[in-house]
């Protein structure tokens, strides 16, 4: 990869949250580097802890790879804090948000900022519309997912089927309009995306494939978890109520857990 951000304008920042992704996170980047060739992008590590093993992985691919930024995470721990501390230090006016165990597909990275210079606000990746999938996974979590996904679609009207993915894009307009008030984990995606709906952006959804890691121990916690999604399920059908301003007023939330909890 022979990509020079300072060539031009970034369009894109990608924020990929890691705890202890030695073992994944370099052919990830080098899939990122491959798929996404002709956009000028920044990737910010964001990382917990110095000891994370994550982060002597990251030093040695900058030289070759200089869109590369190691970001520590001042903000508390947390895979939600290491997020927000990515969307605090992002440059670019679209920002992506990816996971660094290789389940995202960085092949509709394209595909989706074209649609976020087309005008929408969140762009998500799909795996309940055609041409999307999942591979892997616990049963359990693939039907909650793709039951929530459906009926928010459907019965809550959110302009995209998949409302749990967190492989989203979201505009630098949106993440300045909103406050966050997630507390936990990647409901996040989730409330980003019915708050951009309340306040009339545009929502959009491309098809992406969803694959588990082949590496690594997944820290996704379904039931610790699932009361903070439920909160913005019902916010999504009109119950329920949140801030929508400003987003400079929000603290970080206190959170146990690690940045890679997926």
Do not use: C
């Amino acid at each position: 990869m022979a990509q020079d951000p300072a060539a031009a304008p970034l369009a894109l920042s990608i924020v990929v949250p890691v705890y202890n992704e030695a073992e994944n996170i370099a052919p990830v980047l080098r899939n990122l580097a491959g798929a996404v060739k002709a956009t000028p992008y920044e990737v910010l590590i964001v990382y917990d802890f110095d000891a994370d093993t994550t982060v002597p992985v990251v030093q040695r691919l900058v030289p070759e790879m200089p869109q590369l930024r190691l970001q520590r995470n001042d903000l508390g721990r947390g895979v939600l804090n290491a997020i927000r501390k990515g969307f605090q230090v992002a440059k670019a006016p679209s920002v992506l948000v990816m996971m660094a165990d290789g389940s995202d597909e960085p092949q509709a990275i394209d595909e989706m900022l074209r649609r976020a210079r087309a005008g929408a606000d969140v762009v998500a990746g799909s795996r309940y519309v055609r041409g999307g999938g999942q591979e892997g996974g616990p049963l359990l979590k693939r039907t909650l997912s793709r039951t929530a996904g459906l009926s928010l679609h459907w019965l809550g009207r959110l302009p995209i089927h998949d409302a749990t993915s967190n492989f989203r894009m979201y505009s630098r307009r949106l993440l300045d309009a909103v406050t966050i008030e997630s507390s936990a984990g990647f409901e996040l995606a989730l409330e980003l995306t019915v708050k951009a709906q309340r306040l009339g952006m545009k929502v959009d959804e491309v098809p992406t494939v969803w694959h588990d890691r082949t590496a690594g121990t997944s820290r996704f916690r379904l039931w610790q978890w699932m009361p903070h999604y439920l909160r913005w399920y019902w916010v999504a059908f009109g119950f329920g109520r949140s801030a929508a301003r400003p987003a400079a007023s929000a603290q970080p939330p206190t959170q146990s857990g690690s940045s890679a909890d997926k």
